[in-house]
Structure formats: structure tokens, C-alpha cells
């Protein structure tokens, strides 16, 4: 009996360690013996799990429900950048704390910084929304490049060019993966251009200004409660400004997001009689949407579904 109660003891610890393991395995640290790449926002996140596949190890630095706007490092992300090969961040002003944290990392780092915004012809923004991004140029500019599929085609080639530059030894498999989420890329593109362009209304009200690529690249208009940072406060005669083209175009939604308060939003939609609606800027994932399994295009296509709601 004693043997039996034993046995049951060391299977019942197993099973706990086994459980506790697998826990641990999305704390996500360093992993020896593969190319391991930091990155910062989801989008930049997912597009390297998907090109790396299994020959590389993905650290996300920003947790499910984190907005990425008021995000600062902490001593253990500097760490694990310094033990890793490559460092791939959005650019275009929105990470501010990146030249502070590069200038933080071991000295002996052979981590290799990439802006995959690079090539994207950038948006300058309406003017001063009292929050800066970045540094010098970058003051005004629209960072949220990855909302528009023609841009994240463009993130996902300086992806893989990083991957093969680093680890040429596995070229062949970034080239085959990167094809597969290209394609993918390429059939949500058309989607939204099919879907949007027949469409009779082409503005949108939006809680904040994450949506100048989208609404470039598929001949939309977004007007914003907030700037380009959701905490930058609007002032009281753009809210009446707003408010009398809501009723004057007879818009009927009025969009905000998950990581970032709906209070304006609604607000707004009862001063107008409009209702509201989601349209995610895709900086990052709930916890919820973690678990549902969502990831970069089931988010897009609910996007896309609002949208044709919205404009219809």
C-alpha cells in the first residue's frame, strides 16, 4: 500500500512539473542552439514566428493586453536582447525608447537592430497630438504601418531579408515560409480592395489615428477623436468639429479599440445617435483574443466585416 501511495506521489509530481513546464514555456527566454529574434509589437511578432518557423526562437517583449503607446522595457528584455541575433522593431517613431535601449545592452552584443517598416512610404500626421513617437523626423509621422496588408507585405520581405542575412544556412526554408504568408498577404489585399471599393460612404470616425495606411491604400478617410497616441487628449472645439460631421455625413459608427478606452467613443456616438463599432489597430492582442486563437488575419477580416457595416 505504502509502494502504491508512493508511486501515485511521484506520478502526481510529474504530471505537476510536466504542467509547470509547459507554463514556462511562454515566459519565452532565450533558447541556445537557435536564431532567437526579439521583437516588439504583435504583428512584427507573428510574421516571424510564421517565417522562421522552427529553426528560430520569437521573444515578444510586449505581453497580451499591453498597449504598445505606453510601453517601457524592462532589465530582463535588455538582457535577452543582448543574447540574441536580431532585434526587429516597427520604426517609423513609434517605439521612442529604442535608442535608449540599444545604447543599454551588453557591450559584446551581436544583436543585429531592424526597422521592418523600411521601404513604407510613411504618412505624415494632421499636426501636434501632444505625444512624440520618436525622434527628430519621426515627430509627426504615422507609425502604425502593419493596419494596411500592402504595408505588412513590406514588414514581411524585411523580415525574411534579415532572417537569410543572419542565418543563410536556412535561406531556403525563410524563402519557402515567407511565400506562404505572402500569398496570404497578397489574397487579404485584394479582399479589401474588392470589398471596400464598391462601397457608397468612405469615411470613418475613428477613437484614434492608427488608420492612415488602411485608409490610404483603399481610398477611405478616417476622422480622429484622438492623435496618433490614444492617451492624446482631444480638445474641446475638435470634439464639436467632429461631432456636426458625424451628423452632417450621417455616419452611423463610430469606431474604437480594445486596448484603449471606449468612454470618448461612446460618448460621441450618444451625443449623435450613432452607434459603435471595433476597428483594431492590431498593436496587440487581448488576453481573450490570445485564447480564441486570433491572430494578424482573422483580426483584419473582423476589421474588414465592420467596415463594410460602417460605409454601407
Known amino acids: 500500500m505504502k509502494h502504491r501511495t508512493a508511486t501515485c506521489y511521484v506520478i502526481v509530481m510529474l504530471v505537476f512539473l510536466f504542467v509547470l513546464v509547459g507554463c514556462g514555456s511562454k515566459s519565452e527566454g532565450i533558447v541556445e542552439g537557435k536564431i532567437n529574434v526579439v521583437t516588439?509589437?504583435?504583428?512584427?511578432?507573428?510574421?516571424?514566428?510564421?517565417?522562421g518557423g522552427d529553426e528560430v526562437n520569437v521573444i515578444s517583449l510586449l505581453s497580451a493586453g499591453v498597449e504598445p503607446h505606453d510601453w517601457t522595457p524592462k532589465s530582463q528584455d535588455i538582457v535577452n536582447t543582448s543574447k540574441a541575433q536580431l532585434f526587429l522593431y516597427n520604426g517609423a517613431g513609434l517605439e521612442s525608447w529604442v535608442p535608449g535601449f540599444l545604447k543599454g545592452l551588453d557591450q559584446d552584443s551581436q544583436v543585429k537592430p531592424v526597422e521592418v517598416s523600411k521601404g513604407i512610404q510613411l504618412i505624415a500626421s494632421d499636426g501636434d497630438d501632444g505625444h512624440h513617437h520618436g525622434d527628430g523626423e519621426n515627430h509627426h509621422v504615422d507609425p502604425h504601418t502593419w493596419v494596411s496588408p500592402k504595408s505588412a507585405l513590406i514588414m514581411a520581405k524585411n523580415i525574411r531579408d534579415s532572417l537569410v542575412e543572419i542565418d543563410p544556412n536556412h535561406a531556403e526554408g525563410y524563402e519557402q515560409r515567407y511565400a506562404g504568408l505572402k500569398q496570404k498577404l497578397e489574397k487579404l489585399d485584394e479582399t479589401f480592395t474588392e470589398q471596400l471599393s464598391g462601397l457608397p460612404k468612405h469615411e470613418i470616425?475613428?477613437?484614434h489615428q492608427a488608420f492612415g495606411y488602411l485608409t490610404r491604400d483603399y481610398n477611405l478617410e478616417?476622422?480622429?477623436?484622438?492623435?496618433?497616441?490614444?492617451?492624446?487628449?482631444?480638445?474641446?472645439?475638435?470634439?464639436?468639429?467632429?461631432?456636426?460631421?458625424?451628423?452632417?455625413?450621417?455616419?452611423r459608427y463610430i469606431f474604437f479599440e480594445e486596448l484603449v478606452s471606449d468612454k470618448l467613443a461612446k460618448t460621441l456616438a450618444s451625443e449623435t445617435g450613432a452607434e459603435t463599432l471595433v476597428l483594431n489597430p492590431i498593436e496587440g492582442l487581448t488576453k481573450q483574443q490570445q485564447e480564441n486563437g486570433d491572430n494578424y488575419f482573422t483580426l483584419m477580416e473582423k476589421n474588414l466585416q465592420n467596415l463594410i457595416k460602417a460605409l454601407q
Not at 40 to 51: D, H, L, M, S, W
Not at 223 to 237: K, T, V, Y
Open 222 to 251: 478616417q476622422h480622429a477623436i484622438m492623435g496618433l497616441s490614444p492617451d492624446a487628449e482631444p480638445r474641446a472645439q475638435d470634439l464639436v468639429k467632429l461631432k456636426k460631421l458625424i451628423e452632417e455625413k450621417g455616419i
Open 40 to 51: 516588439t509589437i504583435y504583428p512584427i511578432y507573428e510574421f516571424t514566428k510564421e517565417i
Open 205 to 207: 470616425v475613428v477613437s
